[in-house]
C-alpha cells in the first residue's frame, strides 16, 4: 500500500492540500532555524574580556611580516583572528590593552575600533591613557585620551591603510624632556612592551615631540624598523591585525623578570643600551676585553653629576679634590642632552656621584659592578630608594648611600627657628602636607654641602668596592 493511499483514506482532498501546505512551512522554519543556530557555533567567538593582572599576562606571538601594501576595504578575513582578545595589563603604573583581530584606528579623533560580527546589538567601550604614570593626576591630566569601542564592522569606519604588523599605541608627552621620566615612563616600558616583537612593530606616538624621538631616534629604531608616526594628527583608518594600547611598566627605571614576557629583565636593557650605543666596556674591570680600564696602576675614574639649579652640591670642587687626593680620577660635569655623547662619557668611569636627581639616570650607561653614590637631601630616603637604589641594584651596580644631615642641607638656613622641626626631620610627615609643598621645600630648595670628613669615609669604602 503506497503512502498516497494512506493518507488519501485519513484525510480528504482540501484537508491533503492543507496539510501539504502546513508541512512546507514547517520545513521551511525548521531549516531557517538550523541555519541561524549552526551559523552562532560557526562564527568567530564574541570578544573575551580578560581580567589579567601582569604577573598572568597573554603571551604574545611574534609577527615577522612587513607592512602590506593599503587595500581598498577591510583587513582580509585570513588576517583576522578567529578569537579577538582584550586583554588587560593595566596595573598601578599604566592602562595597558592588548588587542587583536580587525582593529582600526582614527588617530586625529583619538578612537580605537574593534570591528567585531558579535557587537551586532551593542556597543561597549573604555577610554585609556597611554602613558606610564597612572597615579600621578596633575601629568596625566596633560595625556591625550583614547576611546576603544567594539562594534560591527558595518559600523565602523573603513581602512584607508592596511597593516600586516603589530602596533603600539603610546604617549611621548607627560614628562617628556625630564630624563629620569624619559627612561622610567617610556624608554623602559617601550623596551618592555615592544622588545618581542623583533623590530617588526610600529610605534603609533601621541603628544608626539620631534625633539624628543629625534632625541631617542636610535633607541626608537632598534626597537622598530618602521618610522615612528603621529598618531594625533593621522587622520586616516589606519587596520591592524594586532594592537597594544600602552606600555607595560612595573616599577621605577626597572623592571620584573616574573612579571615580563621572555622574563626581560633591566639588565637586558642595559645592555641592549651598551648594544645601541656601541659602548666598550659591560663590566668594571674587565681585565680580558678592556686592558686598558684594568691597569693596576690606573686610577678608577669617578664622575660627579653636576646640578646647578635645584639640590646642587655646593662645595663640589672641595670633594672632587678630596676625591683626587684619595687616588681618583675626577671629573665634575653636567649631563648634556645628546644621548649618544653622554653614554659613552659615562661608561668609561667606574664611579658615578650625584645629589638626588634626573642625572643620575645616565647610570644606566655605567658598566655592571660600577659604584654609584647617591647622596640624599633631607626628606627624600623614600624617593631615593624607589629611584635608584633598587633600581642600581637591579642593574647589578655596587651601591653606596650618603645621607645628608641636617647641618649640611640649605634647609637649616632657610628656617632656622624650624631646626628641630619635625617637617624637616620626618618626610613622611612633610608629604602629608601635600605633594606640591614637600616638592617646594625638599626638591626645589634645598641644597647641599657634604661634610668632608665624614665623606671621605664613603669614598675609602668607594676604593674597596672598585678594586674587589
Known sequence: MTYKTILGRSFSRHDQKKLGCRAFLSCFVIAFTLCTVLKSYVGPPPIVILEQSTDSGLKMLMSTEEISKPRQSYIDADEISPNPILGNFSNSRSQVYELRGDIRIHGNS??????????????????????????????MGKVRTFKIISQAPVASPHCTRNFSV????FSGGGYAGNHFHDFTDVLIPLYLTSREFNRTVLFLVANKHSWWTSKYKLLLQKLSKFEVIDIDNENQVLCFPRMIVGLKAHKELSMDPSKSPHNYSVTDFTKFLRSTYS???????DCDHNHKYCSTRRRPRLLIVSRKKTRHLVNEGEVANLGRSLGFDVVVREMGGQVSLVARFVNSFDVMVGVHGAGLTNMVFLPENAVVIQIVPLGLDSLAKYYFQLPARDMKLKYLEYKVHLNESSLLARYPAAADGEVYRDAVVGDRKGWHEFRSVYLDNQDVNVDLDRFRGTLLKTLELVRS
Open 110 to 139: 583619538s578612537t580605537i575600533f574593534i570591528a567585531s560580527a558579535h557587537a551586532q546589538d551593542c556597543t561597549t567601550s573604555w577610554t585609556v591613557k597611554p602613558y606610564a604614570r597612572k597615579g600621578d593626576k596633575v601629568v
Open 166 to 169: 603589530p602596533a603600539i599605541v
Open 279 to 285: 659602548l666598550e666596556r659591560q663590566f668594571a674591570n
